[in-house]
Structure formats: C-alpha cells, structure tokens
C-alpha cells in the first residue's frame, strides 16, 4: 500500500493543475448531480419490534391523522381573559390562519367544547394536527405556522409554540459551531507551522473533502434513506478528521523538504508513510461508525453510514487532494527554520521521563480516566423535552404554560392503541371503558380521554396524561407499569391487544433497545478495529492493550456527559439546566466516533514508535524518538479536533450540545492521558513483544504496510535545511528490514 500511495502522490503533485482541476470538476460535476436527482430523504423514525411501533402501525392503518405531525400552539392573558371579546377574536383569527395553511388538517379551538383553556380563562392551547408525518414537514412550515400564529400577538394576548415545526423554524442558517471551529483551527495551525501557506494548504484540503462529503450525501439521501442529522455528524467529523489528516501529511512532507528531497519525493514520502497511517485510521473510524447498524435500528444505522461516508471523503481528499495542494504550493511549504519540523526536544525529554517510570505513568493515567468515568454509573437514558430549552425560546415559554396550566404530564401523553378483532361484539364498548377506567386509576395517571373508535371500527384511542414530564424517571415507571401490571389484566378474558405509543414512549423503547444492543454493538467495533490494527502493525499486544485503554477514553466520555447534563456540573456555561437524561444514541454514537478516532492518535503515534524500532532503535529509545516526532503534531490535531467539537456546544440544541461537550472533551483526554502517557509506557512495557504476531495469524491477515519511510527517491537529493539533522528515517536503504538494534 504505501509503494501504491508513493506513486500516486508522486505523480499527482508533479501535474497539480490537472490534480486541482479534476478535483474541481469533480465537485462541480457531482453538485450539479446532487442538485436534479438528490434530495432530502425521509427520516426513518421506526423501532422495529417495540411497542410504540406496533401502536404507531395501527394508527397509520386506520387513523393516519394520528401518526401525522402536530404542533401546541399557546396562548396566555397578560390582562384579562382570553375568552374577553377582543382577546377571543384575535386568536380566533390566528387559528383560522392556521387552519388555511398546506399540509394542516385540523386545529382544535380552546374555546370549543372540551376546548385546552384553564378554568380562569388565563391559558389557553390549541392543537394543531398537520396530514403529513414531520418527516415531510420542513422550515418553511414552521416559519408559516409562527407567522400565523402571531397575529394573535397583542398588548394583552402572548403567543408561544412548541412542537416539530416550531423546531424546525429555530433552525440556525449560519453554521456557527462550524466556523467557530474553523477560526480555531487556523489559530492552531498557524502556530503548529509557522506558515500561512502550510496553514492554508491543510485547511483548504480539509475543506474540499467536507465538501464532498457533502455533496455526495446530498446525492445519497433519497437512494440510502439517509436522515437530515446525518449531515451534521458527517460535518462535525470531517472537519475534525480531515484537518487531522491533512496536517498529518503536510507535517511529513515538510520534514522530508528539509531534508533535502525533492517536492515529487518528500510528498511521495508523505503519503508512503503518513498517509498509510491516514488510511489505517480512517478505516477504523469508518468500521467504528458503520457498526452503528448493528443495533438494529434503521435511524441510527444510517447516521452510523452517512457519517462514514463523509470520513471516506476527507481520507481521499488527504490522499488526493492534499498532493495537488504540495505541488501548487511548492516551495512555499518549505520550513525556513529548522525549528519548525525537527523532532521536539520538549516531547522527547517528555518521553524519556514517561517511560523511566512506566508502571507509574500507566496508574496516574487509569486514576485520571477512573477520575472521568465515575459518573457514568448514574447514567441514566431518556430524551430532553422542551423544558430544557432555553428560557428565551418559545418552545420553553409553551412548555412552562401548559405545564403551569394542565400539569407537566401534558407536554408528552400516551396514546393507547386498542387493535380490535371483532369489530361488532356487543361487549367491546364495556371493555374500552374497562380499559380506560383502569388505566385512570393507575397512580401516576392524572387524566385519561374515553376511547375513540376508528372509522373503520378496526381499532381505538385512549389518551393518558401522566402527572409528571416526559423526561421525569417516573413516567418511564408508570410507562412499565401499564404494560407490565395494568394493562394485561385490563384485557384479560377479551380479544383485545394494547399497545402503549406516542412520543414519549417510543422514546423510551428507542432508549431500551439501544441498550439491548448496545454490548454486540461493543464487541463488533472492538473485534473490527484490532484486526485492522493487527494487518496494519503486524502486532497483537498493542491492538489488544489498545482496545482496552480506549474503552477507558469511552468511559470518560460518558462520565463527562453525565456530569454535566445530569448532574449540573458547568451546566450553566453552556447554556442547560441539570437533570437533563442522555439522549439514547448519544451512548452508541459517542462509543463509535470516540473509538475510531481514538484510533486515529494511537495510529499517528504507534507508526512513528514502529518506524523508529524498524530503523534499529531499541524499545525505549524508539519511543523517546517516536515521542519527538509525531508528539506536537497529535498535540495540535487533538486541540484542532476538541476545538471543532466543542464549538458545537455553542448551538442551542441539546443533542448537539451533549455531542460537543463529550467528543471535544473526551479527545482532549484521550490525547493527553492516553496517547501522551499511557501508551507510551504500555509500548515500553511490552518491549519486543509489542511488535509480535504469532506465524499463524501472519499468514492469514492481508499485510498493510506502514513502512514508507523506505520509498527510494527518483530526483536528486538536494541540501538539507541548515542545522538539519538527517535521523535514520530519512536514510534512504535499498531494502526494509529492522537494522541491529542500538543497547537501551
């Protein structure tokens, strides 16, 4: 592979314009593609096997308008009543707006019979029920429904809205996670090179991969069924990843130009050495990301897929691209200080002080992830609701006023499900009130509707309102406590089956379920991504040590997650409340992005070790030299990396708060503990034996070579960089082979 990538760079960078200008014709082309046959897709919200989803098949059988998007449009009297003459004709008004706009089927006045309006007339809700699913809903039905729904706004009358729409209109336009990241990232590239150009180069390639990634998600949604959100993930990653990428490589070919190699060479030796790493890591983040389909739920298989997907783009755009920038930015790149690319004397002297007390170094590093993780005992599984908006929005606003109003339990009722098999049995309207009395007197339970059959006689609705919030811990106790106790004797003796749906249901079936896979899930991307690490190193103890001290990176996430968003630790900072439950994908989607890319570190760093012992070094002089080499570099690429991730807790969406704060943290950790002082000291430790594989497994595993440092030269050597001091990497040798190694 890395003789492979040598050619291709080589010739690449010496036709840069032709490598640009099919690169932009690539983009051009595959845009104006994703512009006349791509288009959004719909999201796949369905748990396949759940309860809520064998409630939700009924009503989309026979009562659609019930598996259709709706929205609670609130009103509150500054002054007065709402039901005084002015005040009712102007929300009148407003819902009769409402009610002419596309795709809404019904909104149910407060001031009809059984109308939402408290008994002081002071808050009223109306429901707003649309023909379509929120799949099909976009921005722009939002925007309506707030427009419309504003003109009841007056001196006496507030107006708040929360619901699918409503999100929908609060959606950001302007990327600022994105560019924040951004901003950083060139702060810390500029200070990595002490260039503008190297700087450029790297951001510019990162960019053009985003790009792509893009594109071709936008090409692939409707065929693949890719989810909205898809795209975020793909953007939050490849920014990430491909600056790390890009940096990785153009870091490497900068060493090798001063050295004295010819542009055509020193990017040939990037790509041989650097970019293989690229393609390692970048395969495990892939695998990690794509396992996410493995928990059998179609929403978060295909972000496991549409996340892959924009990692494919930026490793070719590093391996692609990235060449084209080499030979169009020429000498530029050349260091002009000896400075700015020799091996560090701060990370070497790092290195010696890591590996004279390794076992020491290992404990600190397991006390600091232990430290991190401890939270993640009182993780609990769930979704925020609107409560945990911020008070300025008016998602928030409606939310406090029908809690204020009808109790908290109405911001997430149930919907029971009745299938009904023998549509004409004399008993069946004696046993829907059976079923609906029952289900009232159950504890937890403060109102319920009376049954409403279908027209089709096929099946019929009860609504429950619990007396607590969606995300309280007692509404999933009363949740298991109508379909485990409740329910089953209710129905006992009849032909009727009841399923427990709505929002705030399925979200905990979703949450159960996640947790169900979660530990196949674990133990797929763990197998997957050892054996990439085997082929690639040709090694069994380090992928294995690796594995286990990633897990250990993971655990800290989770801990940091839980304490923040559960337990109110710097909360406010970012602009939540405590008490808010993880999100059930969080889990599995921080599992595998964090895997992958903790990965991508031990990759960057594990190659220059294995590079270093492949030239003759001992095991702890190769890791004092790999420590130098590579030790700035990861430094940087994690504070680009956590910087990009962190921006996204700037957003005011809780999910991507809660991804913002894991990821950037979590990096940061897993840089500074783990691959800075713990794996170093565990490479020590194993000695020879790090770079082990027994005959059996060699033969059977493909070999993926990370030895480029041996790519021959086909240009004269030019004179190295004053002060240059060439190490045995940049010995040219005729052959591979680990030279006799130095006495430790």
Same mark, same amino acid.
């Given at each position: 592979m890395s003789d492979l990538l040598a050619r291709i760079a080589r010739a690449l960078t010496h036709?840069?314009?032709?490598?640009?200008?099919?690169? +932009?014709?690539?983009?051009?082309?595959?845009?104006?593609?994703?512009?006349?046959?791509?288009?959004?897709?719909?999201?796949?919200? &369905?748990?396949?096997?759940?309860?809520?989803?064998?409630? +939700?098949?009924?009503? #989309?059988?026979?009562?659609?308008?019930?598996?259709?998007?709706?929205?609670?449009?609130?009103?509150?009297? &500054?002054?007065?009543?709402?039901?005084?003459?002015?005040?009712?004709?102007?929300?009148?008004?407003?819902?009769?707006?409402?009610?002419?706009?596309?795709?809404?089927?019904?909104?149910?006045?407060?001031?009809? $019979?059984?109308?939402?309006?408290?008994?002081?007339?002071?808050?009223?809700?109306?429901?707003?029920?649309?023909?379509?699913?929120?799949?099909?809903?976009?921005?722009?039905?939002?925007?309506?429904?707030? &427009?419309?729904?504003?003109?009841?706004?007056s001196s006496t009358v507030e107006v708040a809205m929360r619901g699918v729409p409503v999100d929908l209109a609060a959606e950001q336009s302007v990327p600022v996670g994105e560019l924040v990241g951004i901003l950083i990232a060139i702060v810390l590239l500029t200070v990595l090179f002490r260039s503008f150009a190297a700087m450029g180069a790297t951001l510019l390639g990162a960019l053009i991969g985003v790009m792509v990634g893009q594109i071709l998600l936008a090409v692939l949604a409707k065929p693949l069924g890719l989810p909205d959100f898809a795209t975020q993930i793909a953007v939050m990653l490849g920014l990430g990843a491909g600056i790390d990428y890009a940096l990785l490589i153009i870091g490497r070919?900068? #060493?090798?130009?001063?050295?004295?190699?010819?542009?055509?060479?020193?990017?040939?030796?990037?790509?041989?050495?650097?970019?293989?790493?690229?393609?390692?890591?970048?395969?495990?983040?892939?695998?990690?990301?794509?396992?996410?389909?493995?928990?059998?739920?179609?929403?978060?298989?295909?972000?496991?897929?549409?996340?892959?997907?924009?990692?494919?783009?930026?490793?070719?755009?590093? +391996?692609?691209?990235?060449?084209?920038?080499?030979?169009?930015?020429?000498?530029?790149?050349?260091?002009?200080?000896?400075?700015?690319?020799?091996?560090?004397?701060?990370?070497? $002297?790092?290195?010696?002080?890591?590996t004279q007390r390794p076992w020491l170094s290992i404990g600190i590093g397991v006390v600091v992830l232990l430290i991190f993780a401890a939270p993640l005992t009182q993780m609990r599984l769930g979704q925020p609701d609107d409560g945990n908006q911020p008070t300025s929005k008016t998602q928030r606003v409606a939310y406090d006023l029908q809690s204020k109003a009808f109790g908290p339990g109405s911001n997430g009722p149930f919907l029971?499900?009745?299938?009904? #098999?023998?549509?004409?049995?004399?008993?069946? $309207?004696?046993?829907?009130?059976?079923?609906?009395?029952?289900v009232a007197a159950t504890p937890g339970v403060a109102?319920?509707?009376?049954?409403?059959?279908?027209?089709?006689?096929?099946?019929?609705?009860?609504?429950?309102?619990?007396?607590?919030?969606?995300?309280d811990e007692k509404t999933s106790e009363l949740l298991a406590s109508l379909r485990d106790d409740v329910l089953p004797q209710a129905t006992k003796g009849t032909d009727l089956q009841v399923y427990v749906g709505g929002q705030t249901a399925g979200f905990e079936d979703f949450s159960d379920k996640v947790a169900g896979r979660l530990p196949v899930f674990i133990a797929v991307v763990i197998g997957l991504s050892v054996l990439l690490l085997i082929a690639a190193f040709r090694s069994l103890w380090i992928p294995l040590v690796s594995a286990v001290f990633n897990l250990l990176s993971v655990g800290a996430a989770y801990g940091v997650v839980v304490a923040v968003f559960q337990q109110g630790v710097g909360s406010s900072l970012i602009g939540v409340d405590s008490g808010v439950p993880i999100v059930s994908f969080i889990p599995v989607m921080l599992f595998a992005i964090l895997f992958g890319l903790s990965m991508d570190y031990n990759v960057f760093l594990l190659s220059r070790i294995h590079e270093a012992y492949q030239e003759g070094a001992g095991p702890r002089q190769s890791v004092v030299l790999g420590m130098s080499r590579i030790g700035k570099v990861i430094l940087v690429a994690g504070l680009v990396m956590a910087a990009v991730f962190s921006a996204f807790a700037t957003t005011d969406d809780v999910i991507a708060k809660m991804f913002g704060v894991g990821l950037g943290v979590a990096i940061l950790v897993d840089v500074l503990v783990v691959r800075l002082l713990v794996a170093p000291a565990v490479v020590l430790l194993l000695g020879d034996k790090a770079w082990w594989l027994p005959k059996w497994l060699d033969r059977i595993l493909p070999n993926v070579s990370l030895e480029g440092h041996l790519v021959q030269n086909v240009d004269p050597q030019g004179e190295p960089l004053e002060g240059f001091d060439p190490g045995p990497s940049h010995h040219v040798r005729p052959s591979g082979g680990r030279a006799p190694a130095p006495a430790d």
């Open positions: 036709h840069w314009k032709r490598t640009l200008a099919f690169a +932009l014709a690539t983009v051009v082309v595959l845009g104006i593609i994703a512009g006349t046959a791509g288009g959004p897709a719909a999201d796949d919200f &369905k748990i396949p096997g759940t309860e809520t989803q064998k409630a +939700l098949d009924l009503f #989309e059988a026979h009562q659609p308008e019930l598996a259709g998007a709706d929205a609670d449009v609130v009103f509150q009297a &500054k002054s007065g009543k709402l039901t005084d003459a002015q005040n009712r004709s102007s929300i009148e008004a407003a819902l009769k707006r409402i009610q002419g706009l596309e795709s809404v089927k019904s909104v149910a006045s407060p001031f009809a $019979k059984g109308g939402s309006i408290t008994k002081d007339g002071t808050i009223a809700q109306a429901k707003v029920q649309y023909a379509v699913q929120q799949t099909d809903l976009e921005k722009a039905d939002g925007e309506a429904l707030e &427009k419309a729904a504003d003109t009841a706004k070919y900068r #060493e090798q130009v001063a050295a004295g190699d010819s542009t055509r060479d020193a990017a040939a030796k990037a790509a041989a050495t650097s970019g293989s790493s690229v393609v390692a890591a970048g395969l495990i983040v892939m695998v990690a990301i794509a396992g996410l389909a493995v928990i059998g739920i179609p929403l978060i298989g295909k972000l496991g897929l549409g996340a892959a997907i924009g990692v494919f783009a930026v490793v070719l755009s590093a +391996l692609l691209v990235i060449p084209g920038m080499i030979g169009a930015f020429g000498k530029k790149l050349r260091p002009k200080r000896i400075e700015h690319v020799r091996p560090s004397p701060a990370f070497a $002297k790092w290195g010696e002080r890591v029971l499900a009745v299938d009904i #098999e023998k549509k004409d049995d004399p008993q069946l $309207k004696t046993q829907l009130a059976s079923i609906q009395k029952a109102t319920t509707t009376p049954a409403v059959v279908s027209p089709d006689g096929e099946m019929a609705t009860i609504g429950a309102v619990p007396k607590t919030a969606p995300q």
